[in-house]
T-cell receptor, first 112, second 113 residues
């Protein structure tokens, strides 16, 4: 089955800095890679996703890059703000089946 | 966003109790999922239902019994749970199994005494 590794487990940055979270996956059949943000006591919310037919996707301060050859993808947050503080999860799935496999999560703390 | 609603939000129960968790989605989706989220562990998929039929049981102990009476409702019946079952139980839905993204509910925080 699929195995997703996520690093780092914790990340602390100053407001305005950039944050990068990296994930690797094992199943070459995976073709869908979402990123979820989970604030304390709240539901995981999809913030961006990418499919294997593109290498990069951007939405305002958030971007995701995908390297299918190396089987890794990354989340980039620029100009971080305190409200970006949360746990971020990456995941991988094959859309032919739909089973999402999640990474272990990264606790991001943005200091004012 | 209230597309996926879970009740109760918090549940404390003894090991011999029987309780049920409820999930309802208002998104017109056909696939529904149960996940377990424990501290310091990745979200673990438990069950998948697609058009009311169970399509995945991820080696979940029989003390967890899911039920999907229709595409909008999903239950997780609990019986004789263990302390290690204390976790956040999340429900999610998607247009169909294999279709993304999945939308999550707020979860039920379960504590086993």
């Amino acid at each position: 089955g699929e195995n997703v590794e996520q690093h780092p487990s914790t990340l602390s940055v100053q407001e305005g800095d950039s944050a990068v979270i990296k994930c690797t996956y094992s199943d070459s059949a995976s073709n869908y890679f979402p990123w979820y943000k989970q604030e304390l006591g709240k539901r995981p919310q999809l913030i961006i996703d990418i499919r294997s037919n593109v290498g990069e996707k951007k939405d305002q301060r958030i971007a995701v890059t995908l390297n299918k050859t190396a089987k890794h993808f990354s989340l980039h947050i620029t100009e971080t703000q305190p409200e970006d503080s949360a746990v971020y999860f990456c995941a991988a799935a094959s859309t032919s089946y739909g089973k999402l496999t999640f990474g272990q999560g990264t606790i991001l703390t943005v200091h004012p | 966003e209230t597309g996926v609603t879970q009740t109760p939000r918090h549940l404390v129960m003894g090991m011999t109790n029987k309780k049920s968790l409820k999930c309802e989605q208002h998104l017109g989706h056909n696939a529904m999922y149960w996940y377990k989220q424990s501290a310091k562990k990745p979200l673990e998929l438990m069950f998948v239902y697609n058009f009311k039929e169970q399509t995945e049981n991820n080696s979940v102990p029989s003390r967890f019994s899911p039920e999907c009476p229709n595409s909008s409702h999903l239950f997780l019946h609990l019986h004789t749970l263990q302390p290690e079952d204390s976790a956040l139980y999340l429900c999610a839905s998607s247009q169909g199994q294999g279709e993304q993204p999945q939308h999550f509910g707020d979860g039920t925080r379960l504590s086993i005494l």
